[in-house]
């Protein structure tokens, strides 16, 4: 029961954060600026880093653990164990599990953090596709965020619990990454494009729903004559949505490969989702520095789909610190090429 009071306190707190965010800081629509964006990056990524600490001193709240009995039924529930000694006196395995737990929370949230910078450039083709105005990208991804938490919290615990259940699950989930990093190498180079009138959200809205072609300001849907319309804004969302849970089927496995606690991977996942939105304005103006970026995502979806792999078949285990080292290097170097090699000049004909 415990830990529901804590899950719900945690909920509590990031809603009121949201709530300042569209209610206080962003009550009237307007375009976000480099230095506004830099600043909530900065905010958001700095709750991040205090959950982490709070993790490292108080991580036994969550999940209530009080005696020594406690401390080992958690070690029961996760397959593979915690990093900690069980023979240790209560005080010193209580610390130590703790600093595993936030270890992994850390380690989860940059990863998470790491691959929601290519689902930002597909929110930010989107909006260009769409012709949507800058001043409403804010608005659209603030409730594209609810939907994600959402949308997060079921596949999170719904895949927990089918883990716990089915071990071998994360052998598939280990499959299905090195296939994704396979097809994200390859079609690296690749222009994305989307095909505003034959997308399959705007055919299926569109076909059982009446829709203007028109924007009418921040509204997601009008009354024209008396009658209700979805405006091409909610069509945006929508897609934005669809994008997420597409994105979900990559970054939430990738997740679970670090840590088997579905609290932590809720955790890091909201931490990353919510500072999305900062990182959105504050990329969007800097994407060249990330020409290398689907190369080292690859390279990190097929880490972790290798991790899976072998802690499940042959049960070589690759720990925490090593994986994170591993995500903060591949970053660091996929900045470090795309600045020191700068991209091709186009030819004015091209």
């Known amino acids: 029961?415990?830990?529901?009071?804590?899950?719900?306190?945690?909920?509590?707190?990031?809603?009121?954060?949201?709530?300042?965010?569209?209610?206080?800081?962003?009550?009237?629509?307007?375009?976000?600026?480099?230095?506004?964006?830099?600043?909530?990056?900065?905010?958001?990524?700095?709750?991040?880093?205090?959950?982490?600490?709070?993790?490292?001193?108080?991580?036994?709240?969550?999940?209530?653990?009080?005696?020594?009995?406690?401390?080992?039924a958690i070690n029961l529930r996760h397959k593979h164990g915690l990093v900690f000694d069980l023979n240790a006196d209560f005080a010193t395995a209580l610390q130590q599990y703790r600093?595993?737990?936030?270890?992994?929370?850390?380690?989860?949230?940059?990863?998470?953090?790491?691959?929601?910078?290519?689902?930002?450039?597909?929110?930010?083709?989107?909006?260009?596709?769409?012709?949507?105005?800058?001043?409403?990208?804010?608005?659209?991804?603030?409730?594209?965020?609810?939907?994600?938490?959402?949308?997060?919290?079921?596949?999170?615990?719904?895949?927990?619990?089918?883990?716990?259940?089915?071990?071998?699950?994360?052998?598939?989930?280990?499959?299905?990454?090195?296939?994704?990093?396979?097809?994200?190498?390859?079609?690296?180079?690749?222009?994305?494009?989307?095909?505003?009138?034959?997308?399959?959200?705007?055919?299926?809205?569109?076909?059982?729903?009446a829709v203007t072609p028109d924007y009418a300001g921040q509204k997601f849907v009008t009354s024209i004559g008396g009658k209700r319309y979805i405006t091409p804004l909610l069509l945006v969302l929508l897609i934005i949505e669809f994008s997420d849970v597409i994105f979900a089927v990559d970054s939430v496995p990738a997740i679970f490969s670090i840590t088997q606690d579905s609290y932590i991977v809720f955790f890091s996942n909201i931490f990353a989702i919510i500072g999305l939105r900062s990182l959105f304005f504050l990329l969007s103006s800097i994407v060249n520095l990330f020409r290398f970026l689907k190369t080292g995502l690859s390279v990190?979806?097929?880490f972790v789909g290798i991790k899976m792999l072998l802690e499940i078949t042959l049960h070589i285990p690759i720990g925490t610190q090593a994986s994170l080292c591993v995500i903060l290097s591949t970053l660091i170097i996929c900045i470090l090429l795309s600045v020191a090699i700068p991209a091709k000049k186009m030819q004015p004909d091209e």
């Not at 909920?11 to 965010?21: C, E, K, T």
């Open 300 to 302: 990190l979806l097929a």
């Open 99 to 209: 600093n595993q737990l936030s270890l992994e929370f850390i380690t989860g949230y940059t990863m998470e953090y790491a691959l929601s910078i290519d689902n930002i450039f597909v929110i930010l083709m989107i909006f260009l596709s769409f012709g949507v105005d800058r001043k409403y990208y804010h608005r659209v991804l603030f409730w594209g965020i609810i939907g994600a938490i959402v949308m997060r919290f079921l596949f999170i615990f719904i895949l927990s619990a089918l883990i716990h259940e089915f071990e071998w699950v994360l052998a598939i989930f280990g499959i299905i990454l090195i296939v994704s990093a396979v097809k994200m190498y390859m079609s690296r180079n690749e222009k994305e494009q989307i095909h505003v009138q034959d997308h399959k959200i705007v055919k299926f809205v569109s076909k059982h729903f």
């Open 1 to 72: 029961m415990n830990e529901i009071m804590f899950f719900a306190g945690f909920l509590v707190l990031i809603s009121i954060f949201l709530a300042l965010d569209l209610g206080v800081f962003n009550k009237k629509s307007h375009i976000i600026s480099v230095k506004e964006s830099l600043i909530f990056t900065l905010v958001w990524v700095c709750l991040a880093l205090a959950f982490f600490l709070f993790i490292r001193y108080f991580g036994d709240l969550i999940h209530n653990i009080k005696t020594p009995d406690d401390l080992t």
